[in-house]
């Protein structure tokens, strides 16, 4: 009796002491991380979220409460059917440094509005990656010219990731971009970024998908870029405004993308979050809320602080402006329209949702006006 009253007494310890020592810091390496031919189930919930920014060593987030409002499947495209002129620029014909390991879609390069100066039509823009033991590196950027695959190589290579990834690991790159449209338009876009990516936390996170031991990855990220045009008459140069995003990513081990990240801007001074995704199971929301697909409407600019102008290649039947509360502010009837603009010039800064509905969907955006 005597045994066994103590060893009740010492499996009550384990029972008491098991969430504290079941979960340890890990280390991340390239098999950590997707490879060509995966795909990711991903949600994205309303960029509503307090605490994401908290971190520490064996810290404890709990994000239980996030809510998909769509979902989409992330794929790692392998580099064995691509157009050409890509594969010459990132197949296995160039030169090492510059060998992808997969490519993605992509949205780091606004084309929606480089469409807006352009002659010729510019969609299905892919980034291309390079994966080794020791980084992970962004190479550049493809995208479909009037139907032709045309490549757009870093002229400086910017890692995103240096391997293995450790707590208390600092990092920093740079990555130069020359987007030359020339002979399609005389347009160029450059694209110059500045990360500092440091491993700031770790510990367990809670999520829908479930409980997970992580690494908490926090990427600063200044971006300068420049455009130039000349449709008609001389040429010029024009500085577009300086962008600084956080990224903050909770990585897991054998997961192949962060089980959670968070994207903020900088606004006015304050953090505003811009979109919020997470590894997730299949649950019946992919393509939007309603079905409305991303692909068929374009909203510029965003941010704003005067008109935002829309364009869609179905008919329209009413815009809505909604708070993060979800309060209607603005809302008006188009009747099968496919483009016009609203004036939000009287709307106070801050983030909001515009709600373009069919017949029988539904299209969801954040908006910032500042």
């Known amino acids: 009796m005597i ?33 060509s031919g995966d795909t ?39 580099m064995s059917a691509v157009p050409i002129l890509v594969n010459f620029s990132y197949g296995a014909f160039a ?23 352009l002659p010729v039509n510019v969609e299905s823009l892919y980034a291309y990656t390079k994966m080794t033991d020791s980084t992970i590196d962004a190479l550049g950027f493809s995208l479909m010219v009037d139907g032709q695959g045309v490549p757009f190589k870093s002229d400086t290579i910017e890692t995103k990731y240096s391997l293995p990834l450790q707590f208390n690991q600092v990092d920093s790159s740079v990555g130069y971009t020359n ?37 908490r990855i926090k990427h600063e990220i200044t971006e300068t870029d420049s455009l130039y045009q000349a449709f008609s008459g001389t040429g010029s140069w024009i500085a577009l405004p300086e962008l600084f995003s956080v990224e903050y990513e909770w990585w897991a081990k054998d997961e192949q993308d962060p089980i959670l990240k968070v994207i903020v801007n900088e606004v006015a001074g304050n953090e505003v979050i811009q979109s919020i995704k997470y590894k997730d199971i299949y649950r019946g929301l992919d393509a939007s809320i309603g079905g ?60 909001y949702f515009l709600v373009i509905e069919s017949n029988n969907s539904s299209y969801l955006k954040r908006v910032i006006v500042n």
């Open 3 to 35: 045994y066994l009253s103590k060893f009740k007494c010492f499996l009550g310890w384990i029972l008491v002491l098991y969430p504290f020592y079941s979960f340890e810091q890990i280390t991340l390496d390239s098999t950590d991380f997707a490879s």
């Open 40 to 78: 990711v189930r991903i949600s994205e919930a309303l960029p509503v979220l307090s605490g994401y920014d908290a971190t520490g060593a064996n810290y404890s987030w709990d994000f239980s409460s996030l809510s998909p409002e769509s979902q989409e499947l992330r794929n790692y495209y392998s």
């Open 95 to 117: 030169p090492s440094e510059y060998q992808a390991s997969y490519h993605t879609e992509s949205t780091d390069i606004p084309i929606d509005a480089l469409n807006n100066f």
């Open 179 to 215: 987007v030359d449209l020339n002979p399609f338009a005389d347009l160029k876009f450059i694209q110059h970024r500045n990360r500092i990516s440091e491993v700031d936390g770790w510990g367990t996170i809670t999520t829908p998908y479930g409980t997970f031991s992580v690494l």
């Open 292 to 351: 409305i697909s991303h692909n068929l409407i374009e909203i510029y600019p965003n941010p704003t602080n005067s008109n935002i102008f829309y364009h869609s290649k179905s008919p329209i039947q009413s815009i809505s402006l909604r708070s993060v509360q979800g309060n209607d502010i603005i809302k008006k009837s188009v009747f099968g329209a496919i483009s016009g603009s609203i004036d939000l010039s009287f709307i106070k800064s801050g983030v």
